[in-house]
């Protein structure tokens, strides 16, 4: 809370100091002032994704060589260095690719100068930002659904058309698939390995929207081609202690050898050979050159890491049913699924209607940053009735996710919808890490002498939505700053030194932070932006009960626009209704994660403790590959079951036994936080952000619902597998 000392003035201080202060921040953010804001470490996947693409284009620096790709693309268009605006043919940072394509797409290249003293709050809902004033983070025109036939990059779509074809199984499919499908399968990853990679053509590169669909294909294409294999690790660790199960599959996949399915001995011998390696997890974790050289590219292009994202699979995503009628929720539709059931559809669209519906939150927070930075007592009435609408907006935004019941089936959900979304930091038994040859010279050599990388699959965590909300009214995952009853986590020493060791971040500051990774550049670069609006605060920063002011936080604890006005007002007056109005829509806030806490609680938490449907249930190595008589499938799946029933039990216990010694020891997260409690986390530092005295009452609830969930957890928890990265 605004400590009373400090808050009566600052309002009138501001407004006075306001016409000597210099714009908060350039139109153009900085790239040393990102760069400082995102200090990548050198083992990062984005300094790895650089790396990987250095390889690849010796030329290049941190982003493409697009000299060296016209070069080597015989039919090229008109190229890049005649078109580009400055005439240089030096590679374009690749952030600024977007940029300069609405620039030459005749959008205004420059905004009218920003008076003296104010925020350049039109930014908000600016496209440097990629950020459209009627469709927020989504792109106003409905995105490309399909890369035409004459480019090269025809054949990825034609892949994705075959893939569901041959109808690709999560884990090669439960015990109900039959070996030609099996088989089947194993042609499309074996076509995906023997197809040459094509480098994005120019048109890729300079069209964002082909290169977003590029995107899109390409990461439905690695997510395909890694989860369809069947899991081979039952097998290879039965086989590592010397079970009979091993030599069984090898009788098992020489038997099914025998079976012509119209294939001459070459073929043959191929495919067997394949149905081994598979089981043996050779190219379990490894994409082949085909996906992973053009994906590093357009990765690096759209600032995106290479791995499926919340961008490929919902702000990109969609189309119109009917072209005529716009951008309206009734008329939109999702196009790439993996498991193609309305279930996967609708759990994208319940997103995509999110992101619609808080187009209009954007242009409240907008019009708000605009009033606080006046801070005069009009400002603060208009700012406490917008809040009023954004307290709507916000429950609108908790219906739609309400929603997400009414055509989502839990049990699709978790058994055969989420496991397509795993990245290479989660699987479960298998080496972490996928593979990226980054060249067809990369692609040759053995998975041993190459280093696997880390990525989260798509969360709707990385909505950058979300995390503007956050931002707007100061929510604090990091804990740097001072709360009512809470002193900063990262505490600051006698000597006033912070201590920035980033071990000391709680897990759900470091997992949201990295989420904002997992965005599109544009948008990452706006929540920077919206994060370095600070209220210009002259005086000393609140001080917790139990904190003396040698303890206060620095740098990082300003607070932002709103919050600073809200806390202020509260100061000089109590009664006034600006603060309580801020309280509510953090309210709002907070009972939008308590819906998405009992979703998650649902969808996640139920699941994981209940049985698989029959389609779903897990498949034992020993079928893959395998033909047997009725009788043998019968029993070999009765031991499958039992076998999972065992592991379920002895996992069960082990995590008992865990969180009771977590208990004992009262430590936080020694294995890393589970997902109830990283939910409960985030929804506790919104409830900490209150300004008023509702705070005691609203944790107290926050209690409650987390009772609901807080003994079912999720014995594979996303969260705590990403602790790992
Ligand atoms: C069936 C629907 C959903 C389920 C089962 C679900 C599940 C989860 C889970 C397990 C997490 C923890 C982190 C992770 O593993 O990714 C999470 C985080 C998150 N999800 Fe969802 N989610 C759902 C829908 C949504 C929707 C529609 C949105 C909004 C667009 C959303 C926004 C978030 C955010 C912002 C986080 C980060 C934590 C927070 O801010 O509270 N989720 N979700």
């Given at each position: ?11 009138g ?10 714009p ?18 050198p ?37 890049r260095?005649a ?27 420059a ?16 496209a ?37 074809i ?121 994409l ?136 290479g ?10 593979i ?49 009853n ?69 740098g ?19 009664t ?7 309280d509510?829509?953090?309210g ?36 893959v590959?395998?033909?047997l ?97």
């Open positions: 809370m605004a400590s009373p000392s400090s808050s009566p003035s600052s309002a201080k501001q407004k006075a100091a306001s016409p000597a202060r210099q908060i921040f350039p139109r153009w953010p900085e790239s040393n002032e990102e760069s400082e804001y995102w200090e990548v470490p083992d990062h996947f984005l300094a790895q994704q650089d790396k990987a693409t250095s390889r690849l284009y010796p030329a290049s620096s941190s982003f493409l060589d697009y000299a060296y790709l016209d070069e080597q693309e015989a039919q090229a268009g008109p190229s260095q078109s580009a605006s400055d005439g240089s043919a030096s590679p374009l940072p690749l952030a600024e690719l977007a940029r300069f394509m609405e620039a030459s797409a005749g959008a205004p290249t905004a009218p100068p920003i008076p003296v003293g104010m925020p350049d709050t039109t930014t908000l809902a600016g440097d930002f990629d950020i459209d004033v009627r469709s927020g983070f989504l792109p106003p025109e409905a995105p490309l659904d399909r890369l035409p036939a004459e480019l090269p990059e025809a054949q990825w779509e034609h892949m994705l058309q075959q893939a569901r041959v109808g690709l199984k999560i884990n090669g499919g439960g015990v109900a698939v039959d070996d030609a499908e099996r088989a089947r399968c194993r042609r499309w990853r074996r076509a995906m390995r023997e197809l040459s990679p094509v480098t994005p053509s120019h048109k890729l590169r300079t069209d964002i929207r082909y290169a977003r669909r590029g995107h899109v294909v390409l990461t439905f294409l690695a997510h395909f081609y890694i989860h369809s294999q069947p899991q081979a690790t039952l097998l290879a660790e039965k086989g590592a202690h010397g079970s009979k199960t091993s030599s069984t599959n090898r009788w098992l996949t020489s038997l099914w050898a025998g079976k012509r399915n119209g294939m001459s001995n070459e073929q043959m011998a191929q495919d067997a050979q394949d149905a081994r390696d598979e089981l043996e997890g050779k190219y379990a974790a490894r082949p050159a085909s996906i992973s050289v053009p994906l590093l590219l357009l990765s690096s292009q759209l600032d995106l890491p290479p791995v499926l994202t919340y961008a490929d699979t919902v702000l990109w995503n969609w189309r119109f049913k009917d072209a005529s009628k716009g951008l309206v929720a009734s008329n939109l539709e999702i196009v790439e699924t993996f498991s193609g059931a309305p279930s996967e559809d609708h759990f994208f669209l319940t997103s995509l209607l999110i992101e619609l519906r808080g187009v209009s939150a954007l242009d409240i927070m907008r019009v708000c940053l605009d009033e606080c930075f006046l801070g005069d007592s009009v400002a603060k009435r208009r700012v406490a009735n917008y809040l009023d609408i954004l307290v709507e907006v916000i429950g609108d935004l908790e219906q739609i996710l309400r929603d997400v019941r009414t055509d989502c089936e839990p049990p699709t959900f978790y058994w055969a919808i989420r496991p397509w979304f795993r990245g930091d989660s699987s479960p038994h298998r080496v972490k890490g996928w990226y040859p980054a060249n067809e010279w990369e692609d040759s050599l053995p998975s041993e002498s190459l280093t696997p990388r880390l990525f989260t699959g798509p969360s709707a965590g990385q909505s950058s939505l979300i995390h503007a909300l956050d931002v707007f009214f100061d929510v604090d995952h990091a804990g740097t700053k001072a709360r009512v809470r002193p900063p986590r990262r505490a600051v020493n006698r000597d006033g030194q912070v201590n920035a060791d980033a071990t000391d971040l709680p897990e759900d500051a470091t997992f949201m932070q990295r989420m904002q990774l997992y965005m599109p550049g544009q948008h990452r670069r706006f929540l920077t932006h919206l994060q370095s609006l600070r209220a210009d605060v002259a005086t000393a920063p609140p001080v917790p009960v139990e904190l003396s002011e040698g303890d206060i936080p620095t990082p604890a300003e607070e932002t626009p709103l919050r600073h006005l809200a806390a202020t007002t509260l100061a000089s007056s109590p006034h209704a600006l603060p309580k109005k801020y509510a829509a953090l709002a806030l907070r009972s939008l994660r308590d819906e998405h806490m009992r979703i998650a609680t649902l969808y996640i938490v139920s699941q994981a403790r209940s049985k698989p449907p029959p389609e779903y249930a897990a498949l034992n190595a020993e079928f590959g395998g033909t008589e009725p009788k043998q499938q019968q029993q070999l799946k009765r031991r499958a079951e039992d076998e999972a029933e065992e592991e379920q039990a002895k996992a069960k216990a082990k995590k008992e036994a865990e969180a009771m010694e977590v208990e004992e020891k009262g430590a936080k997260g020694t294995g890393g936080t589970n997902l109830v409690q990283f939910l409960k986390a985030c929804r506790i530092n919104t409830v900490e952000t209150l300004l008023g005295q509702v705070q005691a009452q609203a944790a107290a609830l926050d209690e409650k619902v987390g009772e609901e969930a807080a003994d079912a957890d999720s014995p594979g928890s996303p969260h705590k597998r990403r602790r790992s990265q």
